[in-house]
Nanobody, 116 residues
Framework: QVQLVESGGGLVQPGGSLRLSCAAS????????MSWYRQAPGKERELVAS????????NYADSVKGRFTISRDNAKNTVYLQMNSLKPDDTAVYYC?????????WGQGTQVTVSS
């Protein structure tokens, strides 16, 4: 079955960097676009970044443009989110998502906390 497993979260100071990974299994990874979402306490889940199946097109939320980079390695069935210049407002649980046969599948999430 479809499985997504996120990793790489943690506590980081403002201005720092983290790289999140999402390992996928149970489907042909290279055939599907992938997305990263985040959900902060008391807020709705929001789209952070997305990437097409071959990685040729990426899109970002305005709040992370120029700071975050989404990428993928189809040989490793993994999608990444490089996060630089982190701000306290980036604190959230980060999830990866795939739309498989019109149904969304989510990972369990990884916590990112930006604080001094």
């Amino acid at each position: 079955q479809v499985q997504l497993v996120e990793s790489g979260g943690g506590l980081v100071q403002p201005g720092g960097s983290l790289r999140l990974s999402c390992a996928a299994s149970g489907f042909t990874f290279s055939n599907y676009g992938m997305s990263w979402y985040r959900q902060a306490p008391g807020k709705e889940r929001e789209l952070v970044a997305s990437i097409t199946r071959a990685g040729g097109t990426t899109n970002y939320a305005d709040s992370v443009k120029g700071r975050f980079t989404i990428s993928r390695d189809n040989a490793k069935n993994t999608v990444y989110l490089q996060m630089n210049s982190l701000k306290p407002d980036d604190t959230a649980v980060y999830y990866c998502k795939v739309l498989y046969y019109s149904r969304p599948y989510w990972g369990q999430g990884t916590q990112v906390t930006v604080s001094s």
